[in-house]
């Protein structure tokens, strides 16, 4: 039995204060409340006059951006009066957002939340749109906000866009997750350590998986932050003993759950059929980590191999790889690629069309752990140390190696465009910046064993946790 604990796979600086509101002792509504104001400024175009009923200001514009007064006239009269009066030129260009230089209309659009600015602002008109549309202004803004190199890849089909929302959101939701997030200590589900969790459904289902041999299924949407106890225990929808043996991975393609295990067996369960098993899948050892691509079922196993298997086939094993010397802990696969970690301190590069073996990399601490997407492969070590591959046009070098601030081996790592999040042996979980020299946004330290996997799916994330509990943590609904 092999002494590391792995951890499951997963696909995949202070923010800048632009500006202040005005802050005084007295409100400026307060201020005004007692004076008599009666001002016209012809050369601004603007009529400023005091409002009896409520003592404010009252200001309103007309179509050359001039200010009307509050009482009752004829609106054509009073536009043919200023004319004349202030012999203001009829070709005159009214002030409007529109007429505002593109400098000015973002610094005002920098207050305002990127995704709302994207999804929303966008549809007011083609100038916005065109403007929103423009990668360059949304580059800016994430420099300004967070200076560091990013990403650390370079990209030329990078996304700024969707990267300033994930970076803007993560950021807030973490550094100020006492009253941005809620937490919850799902126990009870589990007599032994958990070490295994998935999240299905937009994260409203999770899934756990331990060394008691059972699967806990959880309905997160019943907690209650205010009822906790009573809604911890509601939550607790459906259990049952999946095998035989510790489970220690879980994946999921669809409503197709797969669990792995010492036992020797792979097994897909239907989650729309209270988990009724689709198929069992037996190998000569235990498998240690599952990747569920829609055409196949990779799987890592202690006997130092990776099997490829198509459970819809009647002989499921399509392939045996044997690129390790020692147990295969991680694994991460896409329509290209096998990416395998090992105790042998390697990780190799399967090239799936080809159907060789592309490349090989030797380190100094072996891999527990990975995560893979948008062009980059984190690598988590036994030593605490995080490696960042280039993987783009399968190049796969090392670029960069960052020290977690762990202080045990890293058990899980996820990375997405706004944040990579790591757990570890060290009883904590640390949410870091996503780009170069990462700083930590956060460290959650209220557990009491090792936190050995993570699970985070749309802003959900969960953790697996040797103290035979599982943690959750979502934004606070709205």
Sequence with gaps: MATEQPGSTTQSGDQEVIGEPFLGEESPRETVQNIDVSHNDSEMGMAVTSNDSDGGLNLRYDE???????????????????????????????????????????????????????????????EFCKLVNDDVTWK?????????????????????KLACIQREEQHTMWANHQTT??????????????????????????????????????????????????????????????HKGWIWDITSQDNTVVTSSWDCWVKLWDLERQFSEIRAIRGKSAFLSTMFLPDVLVSGSYDKLIYI?????????????HLHNKPVLSIAADSQYIISGSEDKTIAIYDRRAGKLMKQIHLDSFSMCMSYGFNQLWSGQRDGSLHVLDTKHGRFDIVETYDSGHKG??????????????????????IHEPNHNPAVIATHSEYYGDVAALHLQNNVLASACSDATVGIWRPVAQ
């Excluded at 994430?142 to 990078?158: G, H, T």
Aim: aromatic share 8%.
């Design 309 to 321: 298997h198509d459970h819809r086939a009647d002989d499921p094993v399509v392939a045996k790889l």
């Design 64 to 126: 050359r951006c001039t200010v009307s007064p509050s009482q009752d006239e004829d609106e054509d009269d009073f536009y043919g009066e200023r004319m004349e009066d202030d012999d203001v030129d009829g070709d005159s260009i009214p002030l409007t957002l529109l007429t505002l230089p593109p400098e000015i209309i973002w610094y005002i659009l920098a207050f305002i939340d990127a995704r709302f600015v994207i999804q929303q602002v966008s549809l007011v008109c083609k």
């Design 409 to 430: 081996k890293l058990t899980d790592v996820i990375h997405n465009l706004g944040a990579v999040i790591t757990c570890s042996t060290d009883k904590t979980i640390k």
């Design 181 to 242: 997030m809620e937490s919850f200590c799902l126990s009870m589900g589990h007599i032994a350590a958990i070490d295994s969790v998935h999240l299905l459904k937009e994260g409203s289902l999770c899934i756990s998986g331990s060394r008691d041999r059972h699967v806990q299924l959880w309905d997160l949407k019943k907690l209650d932050a205010n009822k906790r106890k009573e809604s911890i225990e509601a939550s607790r929808v459906h259990s049952f003993m999946a």
């Design 140 to 160: 800016v803004r994430i420099s300004k906000r967070f200076p560091k190199k990013y990403p650390i890849i370079p990209d030329d089909e990078f996304s700024w």
